[in-house]
C-alpha cells in the first residue's frame, strides 16, 4: 500500500497567510501569471479584533530541522570532535536531519546512524542522478537507497530528488533530471519523495517546469544574501513577484511540485562571516523559522550544523563553528526549541478574539500548550542588518500592547538577546490588557486566560526555566573510523548570492 503523504501539524492559525499554495484574488494575477503567496499582509498589525486559532506549541519543534553534513571533507570528523558533535545535536532537540546517500560507505552509515540515534531524528536523504552526476559514483540507484536505508535502522522519513540540480555542469540538466526521477520515487514507495532543489537563478524553475506527477513535495532553498526574514525582495519582479521574497520563493517551488502539494524548506540560514555577523545570524535565523511556520511550511531545515573551511562562501552558515564551539545561533535555536517544546497527544487549540496595537512591522505568531497556556511570538520583522555597507542596523524597542476579550492571568515575558539567551522581560498588565517593549528579537508573551472556556488535556510539558545556555555532556558514543577520507557530499554544490 503506497502512503507518501506525510500528517503535518493542522496550520490553522488565522495568522497563517490565507492562500500561500494557492492563486489569491487581489494578488496582481494576470493571466499568464503564477499563483503567488499573499504574506505581506501579515506584517501589517493593526488594533482590529483578531480571531485565530493558535497553532499548538509543539508545532514549532516539530517543523526544525537540521543540515548536518557529517561527511565534509572540508571539516573531517576527528575522534576528539565526535562525542561532542552528537552531545550538542542531542541538546537541540531537532526532529529532523538531512544529509546524503552514500553507496556502501559503512563508516559514513555508522555516523548518519549515531547521529540519528543521539537526536530521535528521522532522515531527509538527498539522492543523484547519473546524467547529473556531482562525481564518479555519487549516482544513487534504488537498491543503493534501500541499502542505505536499512544500514541506518530504517532512519529515512522522507528520500529527496538531486540537489541544485540547475547548478550542475550538464547543459541538458532538466531533462536528465526528470529523466530520473520515476527510478529514484520508486525506492521507497512509502515514503514522501522530495522534488529536487533548484537554486536562487532566475528562470531555472520554469525551466525544469512541472514535475508535479513525479513528486510528492516540493523543495526549496531559501537564502536572503544578508537581508532579513521578512524581506519584500531585492530583485527584478518576476510572474511569480519580486525576486528574493517569500512569496516569489513559494511560488517558484510550486512552478516544480504544483500548487496542492506543502513545499519543504530543505536549506535556509545565514553565513556569519560573509553576509551577516554572528548577533544577527541568531537574530535572523530564529525569526526566519517562524515566518516559515507562519506561511504554512511544515518543515524547514536549517543549514547548517557546523562550519567549515575550504575557501568557498558557504562554510560559515553553522550553528557552532570549526573548533565546535556554539555561536549564538546555536543557543537562540536551543532556547526557541525547548520554550515551545510540548509533546504529546496534541492539543485542541481554542480560537478567541484579541488585537495588537504596535508598529506597522510589528509581526507575531500565537501557539498554545496542551495545559491551555497561550505563548504570542512577536517581533520587529525589519532590517537590522545593511547588507551593502556589511553594518548593523539599530532598531529602537517599540511598546507593543495585546488587549484580551478576557482578564490575563499569570502573565511573563521573556525575549533574546545578543548572547542567544532568553532573558526575562517586563510587561505592564491591567485586567485584559498586556504591554511589553518588542525589538528585533523575537519575544514571547506568555499568559493564560480568565475564561472558563473548555481546557484542553491538563498535561503538559512545563514552561522551562532560564538558565544558562547548556553545557553538552560528553557520552562515550562509539567513534565511527573513518579510514578514508570520504567523498565529496552528495550535498552540494551550493546556491548562489544575488
Not at 547548478?167 to 532538466?174: E, F, K, Q, T
Not at 550553528?319 to 497527544?345: F, H
Not at 490575563?408 to 510587561?427: C, E, I, R, S, W
Not at 528579537?441 to 475564561?451: D, E, G, I, M, Q
Amino acid at each position: 500500500m503506497l502512503i507518501r503523504l506525510r500528517v503535518f501539524v493542522s496550520l490553522t492559525s488565522a495568522a497563517l497567510c490565507s492562500c500561500c499554495f494557492v492563486a489569491c484574488a487581489g494578488s496582481g494575477n494576470t493571466p499568464n501569471a503564477l499563483p503567488q503567496p499573499n504574506i505581506l499582509a501579515r506584517t501589517l498589525v493593526a488594533p482590529a479584533v483578531l480571531n485565530e486559532t493558535p497553532l499548538p506549541a509543539d508545532a514549532f519543534p516539530a517543523s526544525v530541522g537540521l543540515n548536518e553534513n557529517v561527511a565534509n571533507t572540508a571539516n573531517p570528523t576527528t575522534a576528539a570532535d565526535w562525542p561532542k558533535l552528537i552531545s550538542l545535536l542531542r541538546g537541540l532537540g531537532v526532529r529532523h536531519v538531512r544529509d546524503g546517500i552514500l553507496d556502501a560507505d559503512p563508516p559514513y552509515d555508522l555516523a548518519i546512524t549515531q547521529l540519528l540515534a543521539a537526536s530521535n531524528a528521522k532522515l531527509d536523504g538527498i539522492t543523484d542522478c547519473a546524467g547529473i552526476a556531482l562525481y564518479p559514483g555519487s549516482p544513487t540507484s534504488p537498491a543503493q537507497i534501500q541499502a542505505f536505508d536499512t544500514a541506518i535502522g530504517n532512519g529515512l522519513e522522507s528520500v529527496e530528488g538531486p540537489n541544485e540540480v540547475d547548478l550542475r555542469a550538464d547543459p541538458n540538466w532538466a531533462a536528465d533530471t526528470i529523466a530520473c526521477l520515476p527510478s529514484l520515487r520508486s525506492a521507497e514507495p512509502t515514503l514522501p519523495f522530495l522534488a529536487p532543489s533548484i537554486s536562487n537563478q532566475l528562470n531555472d524553475a520554469p525551466t525544469l517546469g512541472n514535475i508535479s506527477a513525479d513528486v510528492d513535495e516540493g523543495n526549496l532553498h531559501r537564502y536572503y544574501s544578508g537581508r532579513n526574514p521578512g524581506t519584500a525582495g531585492w530583485g527584478g519582479r518576476t510572474p511569480c513577484g519580486i525576486y528574493g521574497a517569500l512569496s516569489w520563493a513559494l511560488c517558484e517551488a510550486q512552478i516544480n511540485s504544483g500548487s496542492s502539494k506543502p513545499v519543504v524548506v530543505t536549506e535556509t540560514g545565514y553565513n556569519s562571516k560573509t553576509e551577516v555577523d554572528e548577533v544577527t545570524q541568531a537574530k535572523y535565523l530564529s525569526r526566519a523559522l517562524l515566518v516559515d511556520l507562519q506561511a504554512g511550511v511544515p518543515i524547514s531545515y536549517v543549514y547548517d550544523f557546523r562550519d567549515y573551511t575550504g575557501g568557498d562562501a558557504f562554510g560559515n552558515d553553522g550553528l557552532i563553528r570549526t573548533n565546535d564551539s556554539t555561536k549564538p545561533a546555536y543557543t537562540a535555536l536551543y532556547y526557541e526549541m525547548a520554550w515551545l517544546n510540548d509533546p504529546g497527544t496534541p492539543v485542541t487549540p481554542i480560537a478567541f478574539p484579541y488585537s495588537i496595537t504596535g508598529g506597522n512591522t510589528i509581526d507575531h505568531l500565537l501557539f498554545q500548550k496542551r495545559n491551555g497556556q497561550y505563548i504570542l511570538a512577536l517581533w520587529n520583522e525589519t532590517a537590522s542588518w545593511n547588507p551593502a555597507t556589511s553594518q548593523e542596523i539599530p532598531v529602537a524597542p517599540q511598546p507593543v500592547t495585546v488587549t484580551l476579550d478576557v482578564p490575563a492571568l499569570a502573565v511573563t515575558a521573556v525575549a533574546f538577546n545578543d548572547a542567544g539567551h532568553l532573558a526575562n522581560q517586563p510587561v505592564t498588565t491591567k485586567l485584559n490588557t498586556m504591554t511589553v517593549s518588542v525589538n528585533d528579537y523575537v519575544t514571547f508573551l506568555n499568559f493564560n486566560r480568565a475564561s472558563p472556556s473548555p481546557s484542553p488535556s491538563p498535561s503538559s510539558t512545563p514552561t522551562p526555566t532560564l538558565s544558562p545556555s547548556p553545557t553538552p555532556t560528553l557520552s562515550p558514543t562509539p567513534v565511527p573510523t573513518f579510514l578514508a577520507p570520504l567523498p565529496p557530499h552528495v550535498d552540494g554544490p551550493h546556491r548562489v548570492h544575488v
